[in-house]
């Protein structure tokens, strides 16, 4: 099997889980009936990178998640870029980070952006918008595309269901295709397939050469039908893979993907190819 790109595991370092075991994200582990999910999840640098070399991963990009606690009303999550790049510097061959985007703070945000992917090499932008109920649409959110537009990153924005008790409407894919229009230079990947609104992410990203789907957050077992036919065909340039880790087991989703018979080249694109050209890894 190719070597993989996961294009999404949260901060799995014992900081980084408690601080997402203590927010509204630990709502996920919960409705999977897995309370231990991320506090159980925790390793160092080293024990994760020997981890990555058994299952076949080459590189892992790791967001400094932001969840918003002022104002959506729940517990909120700030995973700082500091503890990110702390852990990317011990395996740089490895580990990549992204910045956290929170629309709230304005130009100051927009300068830590740039300094992320400036001096310490981030390789994108994230975005949760349930964290803020504000759809990624939302005009405080533009200073930060026009910046990574500039930058030449691309921006990770979820969709679909939240899997916590907020809003699901700011995930909706729709919202994404005023991005592709208006920033035509940026590159969107749309992370969890957009799932219940899968056929509308898939129509947005055939139509729209900016905008790619990431399966994160969803196992192979579970795409639907329309979905794995897009990536045998039309879109097997634009879908890459990634798990959310530790939401998605790495090894049982890369054996449900190899349980898809994909081309050898449809794979290769799907597991690493298509990450490797959006994020320039």
Not at 110 to 130: A, D, M, Q, S, T
Request: glycine content about 8%.
């Amino acid at each position: 099997m190719t070597a993989a790109v996961d294009v999404w595991v949260n901060l799995f370092t014992e900081s980084g889980m408690s601080q997402i075991s203590n927010s509204i994200v630990q709502q996920t582990a919960e409705l999977f009936d897995a309370g231990g999910m991320f506090s159980h999840a925790a390793e160092t640098p080293e024990e994760f990178v020997d981890r990555m070399y058994t299952q076949g991963i080459e590189t892992a990009l790791i967001p400094a998640m932001k969840f918003d606690g002022d104002h959506n009303g729940a517990s909120g999550l700030q995973i700082p870029e500091e503890e990110v790049a702390e852990v990317c510097s011990t395996h740089p061959n490895q580990l990549q980070g992204l910045v956290g985007i929170d629309p709230f703070t304005g130009m100051s945000g927009v300068k830590r952006l740039e300094r992320f992917v400036e001096e310490e090499e981030f390789v994108g932008g994230h975005i949760v918008p349930y964290g803020f109920h504000l759809p990624p649409n939302d005009r405080r959110y533009y200073p930060f595309y026009a910046k990574c537009a500039e930058l030449g990153v691309p921006v990770m924005i979820q969709i679909g269901h939240t899997a916590v008790k907020m809003p699901n409407e700011p995930g909706h894919p729709k919202y994404i295709e005023d991005i592709a229009l208006e920033f035509p230079e940026l590159d969107i990947v749309a992370a969890n397939i957009g799932w219940p609104w899968t056929t509308e992410a898939i129509a947005l990203a055939w139509t729209h050469s900016n905008i790619y789907i990431a399966t994160t957050g969803h196992p192979p077992q579970y795409w639907d039908a329309e979905f794995v036919d897009f990536i045998r065909g039309r879109g097997c340039e634009k879908v890459m893979w990634g798990t959310n880790y530790p939401t998605v087991n790495v090894n049982s989703s890369l054996q449900q993907v190899d349980d898809l018979n994909l081309a050898s080249e449809t794979e290769e694109m799907l597991l690493a190819g298509n990450a490797r050209k959006v994020f320039n890894i």
